[in-house]
């Protein structure tokens, strides 16, 4: 007998705008999202998925599929919406993945044409919401030496969101986030 679907946690739906002024509504991706998210994937540049996969991928339906299928417990996917009201495309997604007890791995990423206007940081700071309230202790994440942009975000939280602990080797950076 397969597992049943997990509920949609609808709770988790949320609107923000950013510094820059982008309304965002971000909510928990869901069964019906792969057309939506294939697009996204597809509009990613090279150097985008180099910095988030670590490689060059083929969003085909197979892998498309497995990105949107999160149980919102041990996987969870956050999609950044443009505009405050009905979903239009998606701008940008931040996931995380349970590793190990209260632990989970970060990935971001953001449309190449929306980036740097601030919807990384609400990103990044709703994933964090959402880890704190279900219960987790911190994250990890991987991240090159050059992706400046994405280090910063990290460290301008270090202090108030979490503590970080980072080893560097072969030109990415291992951290460990510890929430506060
Ligand atoms: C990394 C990424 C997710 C960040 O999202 P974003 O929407 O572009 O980021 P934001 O606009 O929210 O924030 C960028 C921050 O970096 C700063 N920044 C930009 N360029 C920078 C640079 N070269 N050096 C240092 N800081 C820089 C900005 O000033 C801003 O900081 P602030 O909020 O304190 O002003 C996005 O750029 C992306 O998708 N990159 C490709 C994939 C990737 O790297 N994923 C991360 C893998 S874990």
């Known amino acids: 007998m397969s597992d049943p679907l997990p509920e ?4 988790l739906e949320a609107r923000q705008t ?8 971000l909510r928990p991706i869901r069964s019906g999202d792969e057309p939506n998210y294939k697009d996204f994937l597809q509009s990613l540049s090279d150097h ?3 910095l988030k996969f670590f490689r060059s991928i083929q969003p085909t339906d197979d892998f498309v599929e497995k990105q949107v299928d999160v149980d ?10 443009e505009g405050g009201g009905a979903e239009k495309k998606i701008l940008g ?34 994933l964090i919401k959402v880890a ?4 987790l202790k911190g994250f990890t994440a991987q991240v090159m030496v050059d992706n400046r942009r994405m280090l910063h975000l990290f460290r301008s939280l270090e202090g108030t969101e979490f503590k970080i602990n ?3 080797d072969a030109g ?3 951290l460990d986030l510890k929430f506060l």
Do not use: C, W
């Not at 949609?8 to 709770?11: E, I, L, N």
């Not at 704190?132 to 219960?135: F, H, I, T």
């Open 93 to 126: 997604m931040g996931r995380y993945i349970l590793s190990e007890e209260g632990r989970a791995e970060v990935y971001f990423a953001v449309r190449d044409d929306h980036q740097n206007l601030g919807i990384g940081r609400e990103l990044l700071s709703y």
């Open 132 to 135: 704190r309230k279900k219960g």
């Open 172 to 174: 990415v950076f291992y």
């Open 18 to 25: 950013t510094k820059s002024g982008v309304e965002l509504f």
């Open 8 to 11: 949609y946690p609808k709770d």
């Open 72 to 81: 919102y417990v041990h996987r969870m996917t956050i999609l950044a919406f």
């Open 48 to 50: 985008s998925v180099y």
């Open 166 to 168: 980072r080893r560097m």
